[in-house]
């Protein structure tokens, strides 16, 4: 295929692609190639990795009903939502106390339609169930509906949700892979992302159960505790070991001072293997951050929540940890590898929203901005490795990429704006515009 009047760095080309990969770059190539697409002065870039998703509960949330913030700010517009849905099962995502307080089964049962309600907290940890829900999932207690880390008895038999949308969705933003981070993945679910997500490239973490599997597409071990439930230091840094000893690597889940002081101290104990990661680090103070920097470790971080929370944040989190709320400029600053995620569907999967709130983020939060060009290098990391250095378009490249609808020195200006024109994955052409328009 030849990929017509592109820019590249600043300069109109051509690109010429064979077997999946980049043979040839330059002006007014001359190649007898009857496949070609006119690129009309927008960018050429490589194709757009999410680090940190999860595949399933995504696809779910495209059907379910928005009951948090920005959609749903109080508790009028919660109880109208709900009795508009024309679902038999009302599933909804994305709530925060913030819309009606801590809702529980009674609450449900008193304000919502008489139908089977199921909500979920924008943590993703928390479900609130009405009665009719818990008489469908055969579930007694808690008596208040409230079911905490407890997905396993949410989901019962269910059938895996239909991938096919959500992908089509991924493609057209210019996502050409992605990493799937749930922590209870195991083998059946490692099945059905290979049979179901492709054409995307996948790096599947999940139990430790996996590393007995020989699969290329295994990723590291997710680690995923909370304030409330951690681990002694020796059990989290035997944990460690075992995945570093089955040639796995780790990573752990970190949103707290403590989740992610434990985590550092277990590394620390256990020993650091080369692609250790840390996701989200979403408070680092400096003291941290030179900590994680010591150790070697990635950090996968998520920009966008600083602009999708930032009410919350000003909220609940006290003035003095402002500055060290996901942090980006300070750990670019300090020379820690580092890429980028959505952590969808608990955030948004628009991967230039992200860019564009690691560029411009909300007043208060500055100083942690970084360049457009920093921003689009967190999200062109290989699949396999988070830490390694952008992905560039050049000769002999496996043809990943995207198109997007502007110049480069355009695009930067307002990377939010930015549309994708086409997406290839191994030099096939897989989003051209007609897929289903990302929204």
Sequence with gaps: MLIRNVDLKGTIVDVFITQGIIRDIGPNLK??????????????LPGLHDHHIHLNASAAAMNSLSCGPPDIVNKTALINTLHAAQS????????????????DRMWLDDNG?????RIQHRSGRLWILNSLAMQANGLIVPANGRLLDSDSDIRGASQFPDLKPLINRLLGYGI???????PSNGAEELAHYLKHAQPLRLCIMGKADLSNLNDPHIGPLKLHYHDHNLP???????????????GRNMAAHCVTRAELMLTLAAIEQAG????????????????????MKRLGVIVVTQPNFIAERVKAYRKDVPLKE?????????????????????????????????MAAAVTRP???????????????????????????ARRVEVEAIADLCLIDRPWAEARMNLGDVKVKATWVGGSLVYNGVNEAPV
């Design 322 to 354: 402002h500055g060290n709320l996901w942090r980006l400029k300070a750990f670019e600053t300090a020379g820690l590898p580092m890429a980028a995620g959505s952590d969808a569907p608990f955030g948004d999967a628009n991967p230039w929203a992200a």
């Design 272 to 291: 650091v293997m080369a692609g250790d990661r840390i996701e989200h680090a979403a408070i680092a103070d400096d003291a941290t951050i030179d900590w």
């Design 232 to 246: 002694a230091l020796d059990d989290l840094a035997a944990e460690i070991k075992a995945a570093h000893k089955a």
């Design 176 to 182: 050409t892979g992605v990493t799937e981070v749930t």
């Design 88 to 103: 038999d099962f009302i599933r909804g995502v994305g709530y925060h106390p913030s819309v009606a307080g801590e809702i």
């Design 113 to 117: 339609p008489k139908k089977p309600i």
């Design 31 to 44: 190649y007898d190639d009857k496949i070609f697409l006119e690129g009309a002065g927008g960018a050429l």
């Design 363 to 389: 007043s208060g939060f500055e100083a942690e901005a970084v360049s457009p060009e920093t921003a689009l290098a967190l999200y062109t990391k290989p699949c396999h490795d988070a830490g390694a250095p």
